[in-house]
Structure formats: C-alpha cells, structure tokens
C-alpha cells in the first residue's frame, strides 16, 4: 500500500488559516486522497476526497499538488471544534482504509 | 439523523472471558468495516462486509476474534478469551454502497474494552 507522512503535530490560532501538509510520494494513478479527523472520545469522521483536482466542501478545502505527491487539507478558519486528530489516507482499488498516526491539531483561543 | 451506533460503549472483561460487541450501521447501508484502535494509534482494519457476506477478514488479529453480520444490517464482534493486549477501542464503520476507493465511511463512536 503506497503510504502517507504527515507531521505528528501542529498548532493554530482560532479564526486563522491551517494548512496541513501530507506528503505521498509512492501515489498511484488509481489512488484517491482522503482525510478524516477524529474528536478526542469519538469515532473518525470524513472530511474531504480527492483523485487529481483541488477539492472544496463546506468543511475544508483539499489542495492537491500537480504531480499528487504531496496534498494539503486547508481549514478556512479554525475554530476550537477543529482541534483533532488528522489522518491523511490513500485508497484505491477496493482496499480498506489504512489510518497512520494523522496530525494532532492543536487550537488556541 | 441516526448515525452509526455501538454497544456497549465501555466493557471490562476479566482475562479470559468472552465479548461481544455490537454495531448497528445506518439503514441501507450495503458496506461495514469493523476497526480497532489502540492508544495513541490510528485505527487498524479488522475485517469487512458487504451485506451478510465477510469479503475479508485479512486483519483480524488472531483466531479468537470473529465477526458476523447475518442478516446484513446488525453485526457483532466477538472475542473469545480475551487478553489483555485486546484492550483497545473497537470501531464500526458503514458505507452507503459497495467497496469503492472513493466511498466515504461512517463511523461509530467506538466501544473502548479494557481486559484485566
């Protein structure tokens, strides 16, 4: 399974910007992108998917580089609801989602 | 609107004995994934069905963990003679349809089990 890095933690301010990177860099032409976060006590949640072009939804937008090696999972404005657990995911095929460690995001009033 | 549901949501088993844990996925949904997650780490996929069938068991740990899903709604993980290292929380997820990669999985909150 092509694998997915991401930064083990970051930090934001409520109300501004948060860019969280994921590189991909083994991506197959068949794989889609996806990102799910998950709420301390509670079961992941969906968030975005994407296969090639950048991707916008009422939660997040979904930046994904020319050559798909690397996607960036953009939160307009945090707010302290944001403040999860990130998991960066590629899936093709019929295979299962396979979860890393993701990004703790970390959000100060 | 209903989500996805687990019971119970917490269980304390004493090493040895067996568990049964309980999923009840959205209505119609054709796809059910059942993950387990232990501290600190993401979740790990156990197995997989598509309506009452078990299309891959690939990640069940050992063969004391088994999962069933008869009539292709309900679905319950069981594990018998339970170990300590199976305490974790165990995670159920539904799709609308079929495996795909581009399907979005729903999931429960989880049942956290701590085997003494």
């Known amino acids: 399974d092509a694998k997915t890095t991401q930064p083990n933690s970051m930090e934001s301010n409520e109300e501004e910007p948060v860019h969280l990177p994921c590189n991909h860099s083994?991506?197959?032409?068949?794989?889609?992108i996806h990102w799910y976060r998950q709420l301390p006590s509670q079961g992941p949640e969906y968030v975005i998917h994407?296969?090639?072009s950048n991707v916008n939804n009422r939660m997040a937008s979904l930046a994904i580089a020319e050559d798909r090696k690397s996607s960036t999972l953009i939160l307009h404005r945090a707010t302290l609801r944001d403040a999860a657990v990130y998991y960066c995911?590629?899936?093709?095929?019929?295979?299962?989602?396979?979860f890393g460690k993701g990004t703790m995001l970390l959000v100060s009033p | 609107g209903a989500g996805v549901s687990q019971s119970p949501r917490y269980k304390v088993a004493k090493r040895g004995q067996d568990v049964a844990l309980r999923c009840d996925p959205i209505s119609g949904h054709v796809s059910l994934f059942w993950y387990q997650q232990a501290l600190g780490q993401g979740p790990e996929f156990l197995t997989y069905?598509?309506?009452?069938?078990?299309?891959?068991k690939s990640g069940l740990p050992s063969d004391r963990f088994f999962a069933e899903r008869p009539e292709g709604s309900v679905s319950t993980l069981k594990i018998q003679r339970t170990q300590q290292e199976d305490s974790a929380v165990y995670l159920c997820a539904s799709s609308l349809a079929r495996l795909a990669p581009y399907n979005e999985q729903f999931f429960g909150p989880g049942t956290r089990l701590t085997v003494l």
């Open positions: 995911i590629l899936s093709a095929g019929y295979s299962t989602l396979t």
């Open positions: 994407g296969l090639t």
């Open positions: 083994t991506i197959s032409g068949t794989d889609y």
């Open positions: 069905f598509q309506n009452e069938a078990q299309l891959d």
